[in-house]
């Protein structure tokens, strides 16, 4: 069971939009900043967002996040068949000391 | 440009030992705290441990703490995971990241290295 609470999946049509929430307490979400990883299969995880809602570099714009209070989301705009991916939120826990992953998201494009 | 090269996995028998490399180049490995993330087969990622560039703190999972412990040499520009009492849920792909800042985010990882604790 994840410290952070992620859908298991979520789905859309090509050139729709998904969001993925990522659910947590005051110690981890509400006083750290989170981030997000793309895990396309068999590949090590890419990062997509940084400090609730900054972009690398090479990271299109169709991908965005936000935090409010305990939640951050993680929205994908204009999806593609190559978005098929797990989806990670991850944020540090001031109250535990510890490093923690949301569980996973599955976008799914149909 | 930034290179981490994880090592030392293997197949390991129930309450055996394995210590993992993480060769780094291309930045100053000196001047950034790292990590260490797991990823057990089918699964999510768990983070495990993380050691401050200093070398003198070190974090750790529950799952892991008293058992694992991470090192880094930074001489060598590598970092290491000294892996004792394996259990069967220790299985995994270990990948080692690079944390950018100090707010907590990778944008540098391995390839990964697989642990595979089986009798």
């Known amino acids: 069971q994840s410290v952070l609470t992620q859908p298991p999946s979520v789905s859309a049509a090509p050139g729709q939009k998904v969001t993925i929430s990522c659910s947590g307490s005051?110690?981890?979400?509400?006083?750290?900043?989170v981030s997000w990883y793309q895990q396309l299969p068999g590949t090590a995880p890419k990062l997509l967002i940084y400090e609730n809602n900054k972009r690398p570099s090479g990271i299109p714009d169709r991908f965005s996040g936000s935090k409010s209070g305990t939640s951050a989301t993680l929205g994908i705009t204009g999806l593609q068949t190559g978005d098929e991916a797990d989806y990670y939120c991850r944020t540090w826990d001031t109250s535990l000391s510890v490093g923690v992953f949301g569980g996973g998201t599955k976008v799914t494009v149909l | 440009q930034v290179q981490l090269v994880e090592s030392g996995g293997g197949v390991v028998q129930p309450g055996g030992s394995l210590r993992l490399s993480c060769a780094a180049s291309?930045?100053?490995?000196?001047?950034?705290?790292m990590h260490w993330v797991r990823q057990a087969p089918g699964k999510g990622l768990e983070w495990v441990t993380f050691?401050?560039?200093?070398?003198?703190?070190?974090y750790y999972a529950d799952s892991v703490k008293g058992r694992f412990t991470i090192s880094r040499d930074n001489s060598k520009n590598t970092l290491y995971l000294q892996m004792n009492s394996l259990r069967a849920e220790d299985t995994a792909l270990y990948y080692c990241?690079?944390?950018?800042?100090?707010?907590?985010?990778?944008?540098?990882w391995g390839q990964g290295t697989l642990v595979t604790v089986s009798s």
């Open positions: 050691i401050r560039y200093h070398g003198n703190s070190k």
């Open positions: 291309g930045f100053t490995f000196s001047s950034y705290n």
């Open positions: 005051y110690s981890n979400i509400g006083n750290n900043y």
């Open positions: 990241a690079k944390e950018e800042g100090n707010s907590g985010y990778y944008p540098d």
